[in-house]
């Protein structure tokens, strides 16, 4: 157990519905990060917060977004969804917003099916 | 812009062989470089880092040395069990600022008993 909680493991839904992912990082780490792993895209990050606020965005499409709340937990919310959308999505946690020294701790990740 | 490409796999080899993964990247300043590895069914966990040019990092007998001047960091073991069987990813971090980690595409190894 990396300390990196994800919810839900699994995910099956259909095109056009909307999901929400949630992450609660691991204890005393402040920022989280969401990646999307597919077959053909590989990890792809997403956007990081840092104590609530957005601190990094990435390859995140407009149909996605995220929050990071008060107790630091995250959420990353998928709409209008496709088929290409189907994926894991990986959450993780560092103590620090950036830095030589930043190392992520990864939850086991939710895998969604879009159908 | 900054990537990090790694050799494709699978990569199938025979337990107690020598393994190799090959890693390079493109950054601008020092990045810190990264191996990850990922087992079956779960999320990503660090193997092991380098900070700056010629360190080596080292963990469970895998090795890899940061090489400023062929900018790769590529990953050894000499000698691998059925239980290295995982996807390894190369990964940066560009520079003390930076937050942003990138991830090379994966390679998926399998070690034959």
């Known amino acids: 157990d990396s300390g990196v909680t994800q919810t839900p493991k699994h995910l099956i839904t259909a095109t056009g519905q909307r999901v929400t992912l949630r992450c609660s990082p691991r204890s005393g780490d402040l920022s989280v990060y969401w990646y999307q792993q597919s077959l053909d895209q590989g990890l792809q990050f997403l956007i990081q917060?840092?104590?609530?606020?957005?601190?990094a965005k990435g390859n995140i499409l407009e149909r996605f977004s995220a929050q990071q709340f008060p107790d630091l937990h995250s959420e990353l919310n998928l709409s209008s969804l496709e088929l290409g959308d189907s994926a894991l999505y990986f959450c993780a946690s560092s103590v620090a917003p950036g830095g030589r020294a930043n190392v992520l701790t990864f939850g086991a990740g939710s895998r969604l099916t879009v159908l | 812009g900054d990537s990090v490409t790694q050799m494709e796999g699978p990569v199938t080899l025979s337990e107690e062989a020598f393994l190799t993964i090959n890693c390079t990247y493109t950054a601008t300043g020092y990045p810190s470089l990264f191996w990850y590895v990922q087992y079956p069914g779960e999320g990503l966990q660090l193997l092991l880092k380098a900070t700056k040019a010629d360190d080596k990092g080292s963990n469970k007998g895998f090795e890899a040395t940061y090489r400023k001047e062929t900018t790769s960091f590529h990953l050894e073991k000499g000698s691998v069990q059925v239980s290295d069987s995982a996807v390894y990813f190369c990964?940066?971090?560009?520079?003390?600022?930076?937050?942003?980690?990138?991830f090379g595409s994966g390679t998926r190894l399998s070690i034959r008993p």
């Open positions: 990964a940066h971090l560009q520079d003390s600022s930076a937050s942003k980690i990138i």
């Open positions: 917060y840092y104590n609530g606020e957005e601190r």
